[in-house]
T-cell receptor, first 111, second 115 residues
Framework: QKEVEQDPGPLSVPEGAIVSLNCTYS??????FMWYRQYSRKGPELLMY????GNKEDGRFTAQVDKSSKYISLFIRDSQPSDSATYLC???????????FGAGTTVTVRA | SAVISQKPSRDICQRGTSLTIQCQVD?????MFWYRQQPGQSLTLIAT?????????ESGFVIDKFPISRPNLTFSTLTVSNMSPEDSSIYLC????????????FGQGTRLTVV
């Protein structure tokens, strides 16, 4: 079993829809949770960063962490064609610099 | 945040040759990380580079194949040696930054094709 599970998709939604992405993990020591957006032929870009449990909102993006269920989510509201990309979740423990990544979910927003 | 410049952005190389990838950060950082991302795959950590010490390699990666230099706190290089087509991949440089140095930032990557 992988340490971080993420459905690779692909996920296709119409413009304006809500995109819902999620990851599950097995290591209860994970404390820092990140979501990255990666456009084709580009490096990952940090979108959201969350420490421990709770919600965080930044514009159209909302990140949620439920440590009791070992489950994290990213929601994109009012999705745009420019949101079409691969989204990667990543996480790490407090005393470990190593990141564990999900496989990435490819999202296409149709105009 | 941190701004990371990585060169070259892409290259096509002959098998048996070596390629050195450069990574420059706009601020001093303690650790720099090198990742590989094979086609359609997620990121795999190759090694961690600290200034003034030998790099620490992850299981499956060795120094002879992926020598790393870290001459100062803003710069690192990764060399892919004696390349084969299986080395075709995206190679990414990463650093930790942010208020608690727990946010990971990435360069734009080097897309390597070995023919």
């Amino acid at each position: 079993q992988k340490e971080v599970e993420q459905d690779p998709g692909p996920l296709s939604v119409p413009e304006g829809a809500i995109v819902s992405l999620n990851c599950t993990y097995s290591n209860s020591a994970f404390q820092y949770f990140m979501w990255y957006r990666q456009y084709s032929r580009k490096g990952p870009e940090l979108l959201m960063y969350t420490y421990s449990s709770g919600n965080k909102e930044d514009g159209r993006f909302t990140a949620q962490v439920d440590k009791s269920s070992k489950y994290i989510s990213l929601f994109i509201r009012d999705s745009q064609p420019s949101d079409s990309a691969t989204y990667l979740c990543a996480m790490r423990a407090h005393d470990d610099y190593k990141l564990s990544f999900g496989a990435g979910t490819t999202v296409t927003v149709r105009a | 945040s941190a701004v990371i410049s990585q060169k070259p952005s892409r290259d096509i190389c002959q098998r048996g040759t070596s390629l050195t990838i450069q990574c420059q950060v706009d601020s001093q950082v303690t650790m720099m990380f090198w990742y590989r991302q094979q086609p359609g795959q997620s990121l795999t950590l190759i090694a961690t580079a600290n200034q003034g010490s030998e790099a620490t390699y992850e299981s499956g990666f060795v120094i002879d194949k992926f020598p790393i230099s870290r001459p100062n706190l803003t710069f690192s290089t990764l060399t892919v040696s004696n390349m084969s087509p299986e080395d075709s991949s995206i190679y990414l440089c990463s650093v930790e930054a942010g208020p608690m140095n727990t946010e990971a930032f990435f360069g734009q990557g080097t897309r390597l094709t070995v023919v």
